[in-house]
C-alpha cells in the first residue's frame, strides 16, 4: 500500500495564475478530505467527500478554491486566481468508514505564491 | 458541537523523563478519539484511538493515553520521552457526521 499520494510535493507560483494539487487517495478508501495548515490558523478542513460526491465545502475559503473527485482514485483542489494567502501546506487524508475511523494522510504540497 | 482543546502550545522536556500532553473533550454521546504525530515535512500519522474499552489505550512508539470520562480528557503519555519524539501532537474527535476535529496542536520538545 503506497499510502495517500499527493502531487506536486512543492509548488512556487505567480499571483494571479492557477494552481492544481492532486491527491490519490488510499484504494478503497471512500473518504476523502483537503486540509489547508498554516502558522497562524493552524489545521482547516477545507472540504470533504463520501463515495467522490463532495459533502461539506463550508471551508473553502473563497470562490478561487475548488475541488473535485471524478473518481474513487484521484481529486483535485484548485486555485484561480491564486494569492500569496494562499501559501501553505495543503495536505489530502482518506478514510474508510469499514475500518477504524483514523484518517491517513499524505505528504502534503508546500504552495508559496509570490 | 464536538470539540477538543489542547491547552499547551508546547511542552518541554528532558530525554529519559515522563511526557504528557494534554487534552480535553467537549461531545455529545461517546467519543471518538485519537492522537496524531506531525514530523516536520510531513503529514499527519496516526497514533492511537479511543473507541470503547479501556480507559488506558497504548499505540505507536510506546505512547499511550488514558480516557478519563469525569475530566472529559485524553491525555498523551509515554513513560520515557525521547528526543526523536520532538514533534507536532495533535488530539482529534470524530463528529456526527464522520469527520475529525483537530486540537491546534501541541508540540514537544525534548532536550537531550
Known amino acids: 500500500d503506497a499510502g495517500v499520494i499527493q502531487s506536486p510535493r512543492h509548488e512556487v507560483t505567480e499571483m494571479g495564475q492557477e494552481v492544481t494539487l492532486r491527491c490519490k487517495p488510499i484504494s478503497g478508501h471512500d473518504y476523502l478530505f483537503w486540509y489547508r495548515q498554516t502558522m497562524m490558523r493552524g489545521l482547516e478542513l477545507l472540504i470533504y467527500?463520501?463515495?467522490?460526491?463532495?459533502?461539506?465545502d463550508s471551508g473553502m475559503p473563497e470562490d478561487r478554491f475548488s475541488a473535485k473527485m471524478p473518481n474513487a482514485s484521484f481529486s483535485t483542489l484548485k486555485i484561480q486566481p491564486s494569492e500569496p494567502r494562499d501559501s501553505a501546506v495543503y495536505f489530502c487524508?482518506?478514510?474508510?468508514?469499514?475500518?477504524?475511523?483514523?484518517?491517513?494522510f499524505g505528504s502534503g504540497t508546500r504552495l508559496t505564491v509570490v | 458541537a464536538q470539540s477538543v482543546a489542547q491547552p499547551e502550545d508546547q511542552v518541554n522536556v528532558a530525554e529519559g523523563n515522563p511526557l504528557t500532553v494534554k487534552c480535553t473533550y467537549s461531545v455529545s454521546g461517546n467519543p471518538y478519539l485519537f492522537w496524531y504525530v506531525q514530523y516536520p515535512n510531513r503529514g499527519l500519522q496516526f497514533l492511537l484511538k479511543y473507541i470503547t474499552g479501556d480507559n488506558l489505550v497504548k499505540g505507536s512508539y510506546g505512547f499511550e493515553a488514558e480516557f478519563n470520562k469525569s475530566q472529559t480528557s485524553f491525555h498523551l503519555k509515554k513513560p520515557s520521552a525521547l528526543v526523536s519524539d520532538s514533534a507536532l501532537y495533535f488530539c482529534?474527535?470524530?463528529?456526527?457526521?464522520?469527520?475529525?476535529?483537530f486540537g491546534t496542536g501541541t508540540r514537544l520538545q525534548v532536550f537531550p
Open positions: 467527500f463520501n463515495n467522490n460526491v463532495p459533502i461539506d
Open positions: 487524508a482518506s478514510s474508510s468508514t469499514a475500518r477504524n475511523y483514523g484518517y491517513t
Open positions: 482529534a474527535v470524530r463528529d456526527d457526521t464522520d469527520k475529525l476535529i
